[in-house]
């Protein structure tokens, strides 16, 4: 048989949760976003520009989540020309264009810095 007991409460631990909780604010994230818009933006491959001007964030709050993302509104027939850049593509007379990677390179300083926020905010006194 396993028993367990414990004394005191757990209210330092509540409070920690609590803070970590709100650690990122809305307000922050609506910064991250644009940041993080402006670096998708920057680093799309241009031939016209249509890709790299249409990226757009969206902030959902529900329950207790939030979620920044990131999206692309340029479609051609059906197909999103944001995607098809970064993973590649098939053509017409059965060849097959490379994709580049730009998304991750563009994006990956911005969660860096949103990690560096967040824990300094946790671990502020």
């Not at 520009?49 to 979620?67: C, L, P």
């Not at 020309?81 to 970064?86: G, M, N």
Request: aromatic share 10%.
């Amino acid at each position: 048989m396993i028993t367990f007991s414990q004394k005191g409460d757990f209210s330092r631990l509540s409070s920690y949760l609590e803070r970590l909780k709100n650690v990122v604010k809305l307000g922050n994230l609506d910064a991250y976003g644009r940041e993080g818009v402006a670096a998708l933006s920057s680093m799309t491959p241009r031939d016209t520009g249509e890709t790299a001007k249409s990226w757009y964030y969206k902030i959902n709050r529900e329950n207790d989540t939030v979620t920044l993302s990131f999206h692309n509104s340029h479609v051609n027939d059906g197909v999103n020309i944001a995607v098809i850049l970064q993973y590649g593509h098939g053509t017409k007379n059965g060849g097959y264009v490379e994709g580049i990677d730009y998304i991750n390179p563009a994006i990956r300083p911005i969660f860096n810095k949103i990690a560096e926020d967040a824990w300094k905010e946790v671990t502020r006194a």
